[in-house]
C-alpha cells in the first residue's frame, strides 16, 4: 500500500511516500479500513518535530484521524462489517501505523459509523476536534445552559467545533480571533462576540460582555500568555480549561486563587497513549454523539484545504502557520 513514513523527526520534509505492506489482522477484534482520508492535526506536528512518545520506532505512520470504508474483519468482530463506512480517533503518536496510508488496522471498539450526510473528507477532519471539544466542554468545564463561554482560537480546528457545540448546549460564546474573515466565520457558527485579540484586550472586552462579572468557562487552545491572563477574564468559582502545558507567574495565579478557579487539562491522546480501553470506548460514545449532531446538521465541520494523500509535508506546514480556519485534511486515492 502507499504511505507516508516519517523517517526520522524533523522539519516536515521528513515525510515521504512509500510503499509498505498492509497491515494484517493480529487481533480477532481488530478491522481492516481502507481509508479515503486523514484528518491532520497540531498533534501529528508535534511527534514529527520530536517523536516524543516512541523515539525507538521508526520509520513511522502518523495520523490520529481516519474515515474509510470496512475491508476486512477479524472473526470476533460484530459492530461492523465489510463495506460499512467508518471514521475513528486511532494511532498515528509514532507507535502503530496511523492513518497516512492507503489502509489501517482498528479495534472495533474504536470505530464509529459515518453519518450518511458527512462526507468522507468531513468524516475525516471530526473525531479529533470533536473528542477535544467534548471533553473540554462538558467533561472538564461543566458546562450548562445560559452560563458564558469564551473559548480562545474559535476560527481553529478545534475552536469552531466547540463554538458550535457550546451553542448546542445553549450557553452563549466569545471567542478570540485574528482578523474580520475570521470574526465572520466564528460569527456564522453562533458566536455572540469576537475578539480580535490584534487589536483588542479579550479580558477587557469579556468583562464587558459580561457586565463585570466574567465568563463562567473558559476554554484555552493557545497556551502562554493567552492561558494565564484568562483567569482575569473568568468569574468567581468559574473554570478554566487548557489543551497545553503553560507556567504562570504569581501575578496571575494569584488571580485564580482569590477568585476560587478551577483549572483543568485536556489531552485527549492520554487515552491511547497509556492504552486505557474504557477510556477510549467513552472517547468513541463521544464520536457516536457526534454522528447523531452532524447527522442532523446541527454541527458542521469547515475544511480549509484538501490535499493528497503524498502532500502531509505541506499539510503540516499549513498547520504550522497557525492561520488556518477549521481544518486540513488528506485525500487518499
Known amino acids: 500500500m502507499k504511505a507516508v513514513l516519517m523517517n526520522s523527526p524533523g522539519e516536515p520534509d521528513v ?9 494484517p489482522l493480529t487481533d480477532p477484534s481488530s478491522v481492516l479500513v481502507k481509508l479515503h482520508a486523514a484528518g491532520v492535526n497540531p498533534i501529528d506536528t508535534k511527534v514529527r518535530k ?6 525507538d520506532k521508526l520509520p513511522s505512520i502518523l495520523g490520529c484521524d481516519g474515515a474509510g470504508v470496512v475491508e476486512a474483519v477479524g472473526h470476533s468482530v460484530t459492530r461492523v462489517h465489510p463495506g460499512d463506512e ?3 480517533f486511532n494511532n498515528g503518536l509514532g507507535g502503530s501505523p496511523g492513518t497516512y496510508a492507503e489502509y489501517t488496522v482498528v479495534r472495533q471498539e474504536y470505530l464509529a459509523l459515518k453519518p450518511k450526510n458527512l462526507s468522507m473528507l468531513e468524516a475525516a477532519a471530526m473525531p479529533l476536534a470533536m473528542i477535544t471539544a467534548w471533553e ?3 467533561n472538564r468545564g461543566g458546562m450548562s445552559k445560559g452560563r458564558p463561554a469564551l473559548i480562545h482560537a474559535g476560527a481553529g480546528g478545534v475552536g469552531h467545533v466547540a463554538i458550535q457545540l457550546a451553542r448546542y448546549l445553549n450557553a452563549p460564546v466569545a471567542t478570540t480571533i485574528s482578523s474580520a ?3 465572520e466565520f466564528v460569527q456564522s457558527l453562533g458566536a455572540e462576540l469576537a475578539i480580535n485579540y490584534t487589536e483588542q484586550d479579550f479580558v477587557e472586552m469579556a ?7 466574567g465568563v463562567r468557562l473558559v476554554m484555552d487552545t493557545v497556551g502562554g500568555e493567552t492561558f494565564c491572563k484568562s483567569f482575569a477574564a473568568t468569574r468567581l468559582y468559574g473554570r478554566v480549561v487548557t489543551l497545553l502545558s503553560t507556567t504562570c507567574d504569581i501575578r496571575h495565579t494569584n488571580t485564580a486563587r482569590l477568585r476560587n478557579l478551577t483549572v483543568g487539562y485536556v489531552q485527549m491522546t492520554a487515552p491511547l497513549y497509556f492504552g486505557i480501553h474504557r477510556a477510549r470506548v467513552a472517547q468513541t460514545r463521544i464520536l457516536e454523539h457526534g454522528a447523531l449532531l452532524f447527522g442532523r446538521n ?4 469547515h475544511i480549509s484545504h484538501v490535499l493528497p494523500l503524498e ?3 505541506e499539510a503540516h506546514r499549513l498547520v504550522e502557520t497557525g492561520h488556518t480556519i477549521g481544518k486540513i485534511v488528506l485525500q487518499i486515492a
Do not use: S
Open 136 to 138: 473540554a466542554l462538558v
Open 207 to 213: 468583562l464587558n460582555w459580561t457586565d463585570g462579572l
Open 311 to 313: 502532500k502531509a509535508a
Open 15 to 23: 515525510l515521504a511516500a512509500a510503499d509498505v505492506p498492509i497491515p
Open 86 to 88: 467508518v471514521f475513528f
Open 181 to 183: 474573515r475570521k470574526a
Open 50 to 55: 520530536l517523536n516524543m512518545y516512541y523515539p
Open 298 to 301: 446541527l454541527l458542521k465541520i
